[in-house]
């Protein structure tokens, strides 16, 4: 089990939920797959339509920063974190 964390501003997409339990492991892309899957709005403001993270989205495994790592390639162990990071811009 892996646990994705939500920021506020996302989690009309989640249903409301702060933390997501997703049985996948493996890959970050495996984790975002199982999203898309089951909340498929929330995976639509995390990956564009080529199915890559978008640029403005930071997302964080056991708190490295993915890429800095192996992107989507990144791995994600069995009880491992996802915090996902939208960018925050102001004027």
Known sequence: MVTVLVPSVLRTEA?????????AAGT????????GARWPKLERRIRDERGEVRRYVNVYVDGDDCRLSAGQDTPVA?????????SVAGG
Not at 15 to 23: P, S, T
Not at 78 to 86: A, C, M, N, Q, T
């Open 15 to 23: 249903g409301g939920a702060a933390r997501l339990d997703v049985a």
């Open 28 to 35: 970050l892309r495996a984790v975002l797959d199982e999203v």
């Open 78 to 86: 069995d009880g491992g974190e996802v915090r996902i990071l939208p």
